[in-house]
């Protein structure tokens, strides 16, 4: 008998015949002897949905709020998921944020779980109960409501699982494990069988959706194995987990891309020192994160363009202070907010020479301009115009050997 941690997305519990069959998976572990605790997200497109409205009251509608209207989505699922195990004769209960409690710290929509009671629900578990736990959500120790960042059930599962001391970490959803790229932007895609966390870190953080980039770091810090498996066949999911045991046969594990970001050009400023401080200190101040940056060398010895990207939310912040400050001398400012950025990930790519050469020869071989590059250990992401996103991850799939 185990103890496993059960997470389905917001497809998987998208309509009440889905959390049905929700209810058999887990009817199915319970009957085996398992303990299960089962963390929903809201059904999909639901927390989207509450979003719209308070937008529909302000831009800034309050922030305490926001999280009280946005928890509520895993409030619903989580009372259906229990109500249709109950009439599958199983002993389920649902246990909201406040009730467990799950504690959690830092800003309203960006909270992160800090703690949980276990006793009453491990008493629970022994009494061979299910319990049922909204994703995405907590109290602060003020007792207020908090959301901890969109696609949060994952984090809240990795939380659980840790918290709980669980043998498994199952994450179900709409796919049936990570593939090499997007397989529902590129069919071609392959799945993974097994995947370490610094690559699935980079390939989440650089826009692969199946797994939220915190739960993954969770995750790793504290070495809780996790699965991606998919809530509508049985076919053997991915195993995230120590890079130790994988063994590595290709530079290029997967393909990821976002169009978060946007470019900024700053033109014909001073080629002195400080001047790229200047530029970056009160951007920094006003908690804009700067990403890639690139200074292009002085034709003049005297004006130089400086490049840099930033989130596309914030593009708007950004220009508004660059136009603002006077100590920064410059010809034009430029923006482009029609651009993606695509990444290849892999912890091959160490020990394999040339991989930046193949990736550039590949995309210039399709007419693709980067715009900008950045590289770290195991990813390289360039940022190209956004129409040619499907153009780079097809051809990067293909020339690393993916397809
Ligand atoms: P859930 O609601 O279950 O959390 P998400 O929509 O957050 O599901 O994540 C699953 C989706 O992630 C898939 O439907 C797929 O389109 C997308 N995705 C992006 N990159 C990948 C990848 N490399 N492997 C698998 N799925 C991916
Ligand atoms: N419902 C939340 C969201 O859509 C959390 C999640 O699904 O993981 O972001
Ligand atoms: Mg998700």
């Known amino acids: ?131 049922i736990i909204p994703g995405f959500q907590g109290i602060s120790k003020n007792g ?27 994450i179900y959803t709409d796919v049936d494990g990570v593939y090499s790229t997007d397989p529902n932007k590129i069919p ?21 959706k199946v797994m939220q980039p915190s739960a993954v770091q969770t995750a790793m810090m504290y070495d809780i194995p996790l699965e991606v498996k998919s809530t509508f066949t049985e076919r053997k999911g991915t195993k995230i987990f120590n890079q130790e045991n994988i063994d590595y046969t290709k530079s290029v594990t997967g393909v990821a891309y976002s169009k978060d970001d946007a470019k900024i050009t700053v033109i014909g400023v001073e080629d002195r020192p400080g001047i790229a401080a200047n530029i970056f200190e009160p951007l920094s101040k006003a908690q804009i994160n700067v990403d890639m940056v690139i200074q292009n060398i002085s034709s003049d010895q005297k004006t130089t363009d400086i490049t840099f990207t930033v989130k596309r939310d914030d593009i708007s912040k950004t220009m508004q202070i660059l136009r603002k400050k006077s100590e920064i001398n410059y010809k034009d400012i430029i923006y482009n907010d029609r651009v993606s950025k695509v990444s290849i990930v892999g912890a091959g ?27 770290s250990e195991i990813k390289l992401s360039v940022i190209i115009e956004e129409n040619n996103t499907v153009n780079a991850i097809k051809k990067l799939h293909t020339i690393f050997d993916l397809d």
């Open 1 to 131: 008998m185990v103890k496993k941690v059960l997470k389905f997305g917001g497809t998987s519990v998208g309509t009440i015949a889905r959390i049905q069959h929700v209810a058999n998976i887990i009817k199915k572990e319970h009957i085996s002897g398992n303990k299960v605790i089962a963390i929903v997200s809201a059904m999909a497109g639901k927390t989207n949905e509450l979003l719209k409205y308070s937008n529909e009251i302000s831009n800034e509608f309050n922030k305490r709020e926001l999280d009280v209207l946005l928890s509520s989505g895993e409030q619903v699922t989580c009372a259906l998921l229990s109500g249709a195990l109950i009439e599958l004769n199983i002993l389920a209960k649902s246990w909201l944020n406040w009730q467990i409690p799950i504690l959690t710290e830092g800003d309203f929509s960006n909270a992160r779980i800090v703690n949980m009671n276990i006793e009453k629900i491990n008493k629970y578990l022994e009494a061979k109960g299910v319990a």
């Open 144 to 170: 207020d409501i908090t959301t901890i960042g969109r696609g949060g059930s994952d984090a809240t599962a990795v939380a659980v699982a840790k918290i709980f001391n669980a043998d498994t970490c199952e």
């Open 188 to 208: 071609v895609a392959k799945k993974i069988d097994k995947i370490s966390y610094d690559e699935m870190l980079e390939l989440s953080s650089l826009g692969a």
């Open 349 to 375: 790519m160490v020990s394999t020479p040339g991989v930046t050469y193949k990736m550039f020869r590949a995309l210039s071989d399709e007419n693709i301009n980067i715009l900008a590059i950045s590289t």
